[in-house]
């Protein structure tokens, strides 16, 4: 038995297909700063795109939901190849029934990654609900896994790296850099 399956609830198939995570505080520090013409300004760090672009490159899906706007996470996105972000999104459960709805998957092959109360409806419902380190304290206590590293910092790198070690598909992923 794997780490991931040792850490997942029963019932839980291992075998992911889709990676949900909010933005601010997961992908971002959570800070948002803003320039003098009030146009929004985002840090993200480098190792979270690797890590979307590994899951992708492995024929895996990847959303993006978030309660705020900013032409700034549309822009990461497409640059990530990240087909579905969802922006000003009040309830992130409609989205996220909705998606693997379209998608075909059921909850059981479905991660996300969160950080904040918003983000408790969707990791209460997905089979595989992921903390980053600096997550709220009821956001951690439902998590099957709290990063490593807080959001912003490469928390969303080792959650890819910990699905993909825990369904076996680690190697697939250190091959395209050898």
Known sequence: MNDLEKSAPRGFTPEIQLLIMDVDGVLTDGGIIRDDSGQQIKRFHVR?????VCWRKLN???????GKESMVVQHRAEELGVQYVY????????IYNDLLQQLGYSDAQCAYIGDDLPDLPVMRKCGCPIAVADAAEEVRAVARYVTKFPGGYGAVRDAVEWMCRGMNLWDQVLARYQ
């Open 48 to 52: 979270d795109g690797t890590g979307i």
């Open 60 to 66: 895996r899906h990847v959303a993006l939901i978030t």
């Open 87 to 94: 922006q000003n999104v009040s309830n992130k459960l409609d």
